[in-house]
């Protein structure tokens, strides 16, 4: 069955410091898609970025980046450069093409303290 | 383009009244899904549609729950009757096949 991970429940740095919220994911088959979603405090939810099982290049869209590992399972998101704006709960999750479902990690509540 | 569009924003009700959220998807998505989220459940999928026809509707809590996508470009979620424990935000999301979900801003429903 799918399922994904986010053990990092609330995490609080300061601002400009570099965070890394972790997403370990389950799934049997050898072709999904992974994703990020950005809470912020306004309460919409704001797709990040999706990526395929095939395609394990780590992405950098400017101070935000991902790293993903099949040999662990895991799709982790790295905000370089904390800044305030970026307090936001964080979801990943997890897809397959057999299933139109997107399963979702309970998230990560990240704060950026001033 | 216009991303997914929810109404109403906010509603309050009482408690055995009938509530009716609306979702219009973003153009040419041809899945649709509801979610609700609360603190102490996170964010649950409730239905979800598959060219208009629904596909899965498990998450649905209980018979008070109901969903309709009458045309591509619609659908509703309604309670009936309404209780306390409804009383969370409803997200509407729409997506293309394997393709990443859009959110509507959402519905906060307070049921007193």
């Known amino acids: 069955a799918q399922k994904v991970t986010q053990a990092q429940t609330e995490i609080s740095v300061v601002e400009k410091e570099d965070v890394t919220l972790d997403c370990v994911y389950e799934?049997?088959?050898?072709?999904?898609?992974l994703f990020w979603y950005k809470q912020p405090p306004s309460g919409e939810l704001v797709f990040l970025i999706r990526?395929?099982?095939?395609?394990?290049q780590n992405e950098i869209s400017g101070r935000y980046s991902w790293n993903f590992q099949k040999s662990t399972s895991s799709f982790n998101f790295t905000i370089t450069a904390s800044q305030v704006v970026d307090s936001a709960v964080y979801f990943c999750?997890?897809?397959?093409?057999?299933?139109?479902?997107?399963?979702f990690g309970k998230g990560t509540r990240l704060h950026i303290l001033p | 383009d216009a991303g997914v569009i929810q109404s109403p924003r906010h509603e309050v009700t009482e408690m055995g009244q009938e509530v009716t959220l609306r979702c219009k998807p973003i153009?040419?998505?041809?899945?649709l899904f509801w979610y609700r989220q609360t603190m102490m459940r996170g964010l649950e999928l409730l239905i979800y549609f598959n060219n208009n026809v629904p596909i899965d509707d498990s998450g649905m809590p209980e018979d008070r729950f109901s969903a309709k996508m009458p045309n591509a470009s619609f659908s509703t979620l309604k309670i009936q009757p309404s209780e306390p424990r409804d009383s969370a935000v409803y997200f509407c999301?729409?997506?293309?096949?394997?393709?990443?979900?859009?959110f509507g801003p959402g519905t906060r429903l307070t049921v007193l």
């Open positions: 999750a997890l897809s397959e093409p057999r299933d139109d479902k997107i399963i």
């Open positions: 999301a729409s997506s293309t096949a394997y393709n990443e979900q859009f």
């Open positions: 799934t049997r088959d050898t072709t999904y898609y």
């Open positions: 990526r395929n099982s095939f395609d394990e």
């Open positions: 153009s040419g998505h041809d899945y």
